[in-house]
């Protein structure tokens, strides 16, 4: 084991470049300039594996299994957001435990219980504080703002200044011709401006790596996820394997998302390779293959408002990713009552329900809007026996071009690659490599306190 000294002269880095797959990213390596790639795929690395049950195979349950050391049945988190408030055990608290700087940017269901954070800035749908700073409080506020709005390309003025500002103040000079080329260049490519935030994530993390100089720092990035589940069907590689495609209304046929993202990825990944004194784990948590169907997405615009016309009383309401939120009561009572209303709530004409999660915790539900068709202005509901039309409480997210898959892509520098799982480990090894590089041992109370969840 590592003694004091040893420990606080390492830095490590993890990436958590989520859900990318890595087999397609390889076929892109072989027509494409992608070094960085090219060069994680030539070094050490493991596929990692996931749960066997679909409904497992969630971000925010295999990260949560990545920072915990636990399997989704030991750790009990199934819903984004949900880290908050539990015992569950997770390595940025227990490595500050150890005398240890930590940094964290966005790292996906993961609640904030440090006492002396380098940098905390949460993920745009998980309620926990951000470190004091000013600059994480606004920048928290307004990545929360713009993401959890983007289905309906809404951003508040507040929001746009503060990215603005923190556009001003983090960017590094030699990414500028790449930020201008991807904001004038977004209007009708939303893909875009997912990357714009995660190379605007990217420059914040390395610019306070630099300066604060942790121990260990996590940085999430969701473009690849998010460009994936909205536009595999236009990757190359999977148009040789399908002939399922996007309509040329939803994305042109000659775009390639899927090359742009890592296009960009890959100058990302390459800074990290060349940073200095410092080993680096990117890693993908699970990955995802093209869809076996077409399946349209849609989020409610306002939750709120959605709610009292449905007459449901509530105590307050959370947005969480895409198509879910989060809906709290003042009684048991009121959320079954609840619970059965959004159950009933049927499309006129069929029998398809608009809501079918509704996952009730006592005094609150989770809630999915799972109607998979287009909502055109012709569909409407039918509430109290009067009928509304559906398109007006909507905004159109995505056609769903990938699934989620239990295989996930770890690589490794030299310094941390004897620590690395074994090929097929579940992802939860991760926890496991990145305490022994640092020489912390799982703690022996680790299985004890979950048991009080």
Not at 15 to 36: G, W
Not at 175 to 186: A, I, N, P, T
Not at 214 to 241: C, D, R, V
Not at 347 to 356: A, M
Request: charged share 20%; proline share 5%.
């Amino acid at each position: 084991m590592l003694d004091a000294t040893d420990a606080q002269n390492r830095k490590l880095i993890l990436v958590e470049l989520n859900e990318v797959n890595f087999d397609v990213a390889s076929r892109y390596a072989q027509t494409q300039r992608l070094p960085a790639f090219n060069k994680l795929l030539a070094g050490p690395g493991v596929r990692t594996t996931a749960e066997k049950r679909y409904e497992e195979l969630e971000p925010w349950i295999q990260w949560s299994s990545a920072h915990s050391g636990l399997t989704a049945q030991e750790h009990g988190v199934f819903r984004l957001g949900d880290m908050v408030g539990t015992k569950v055990p997770q390595m940025f608290e227990q490595l500050e435990q150890q005398g240890l700087s930590v940094g964290c940017i966005s790292a996906m269901n993961a609640e904030n219980r440090l006492h002396a954070p380098a940098y905390f800035i949460p993920d745009p749908w998980t309620k926990t504080s951000s470190d004091t700073s000013w600059w994480s409080r606004v920048l928290t506020d307004a990545v929360s703002q713009a993401v959890n709005d983007n289905a309906q390309a809404r951003i508040s003025a507040k929001s746009a200044l503060h990215l603005a500002l923190g556009l001003l103040r983090f960017a590094q000079p030699k990414h500028y011709g790449l930020y201008w080329r991807l904001v004038s260049q977004s209007r009708g490519a939303s893909w875009r401006k997912a990357l714009v935030l995660d190379l605007l994530l990217h420059d914040l993390h390395t610019r306070l790596f630099a300066s604060r100089k942790p121990n260990f720092s996590t940085l999430f990035l969701n473009a690849g996820a998010h460009i994936q589940h909205h536009y595999f069907f236009n990757a190359q590689p999977i148009k040789e394997q399908t002939e399922l495609r996007n309509p040329s209304w939803y994305v042109s046929p000659q775009a390639d998302p899927i090359a742009e993202m890592l296009q960009v990825y890959d100058q990302i990944l390459g800074e990290y390779q060349a940073m200095p004194n410092t080993d680096v784990i990117i890693a993908t948590g699970l990955s995802q293959r093209p869809y076996d169907r077409v399946k349209f997405y849609y989020r409610l615009k306002d939750h709120a408002a959605f709610l009292r016309l449905l007459g449901i009383p509530f105590y307050a309401v959370h947005p969480r990713m895409t198509r879910d939120f989060l809906i709290e009561f003042e009684s048991p009572q009121q959320a079954e009552a609840a619970q059965q209303r959004l159950a009933n709530i049927k499309i006129v004409g069929g029998d398809e329900v608009l809501f079918g999660e509704t996952d009730n915790r006592g005094t609150s539900l989770f809630v999915t809007l799972t109607y998979p068709h287009e909502i055109d202005e012709s569909v409407a509901i039918e509430i109290d026996g009067d009928k509304h039309l559906l398109s007006p409480h909507v905004a159109f997210v995505a056609i769903k071009n990938g699934m989620h898959q239990e295989d996930g892509f770890a690589f490794f520098t030299l310094g941390v690659a004897p620590y690395a799982p074994k090929d097929r480990d579940h992802v939860k090894e991760l926890y496991s490599t990145v305490m022994q590089y640092f020489g912390a041992a799982k703690s022996a109370t680790h299985s004890d306190k979950l048991r009080t969840i």
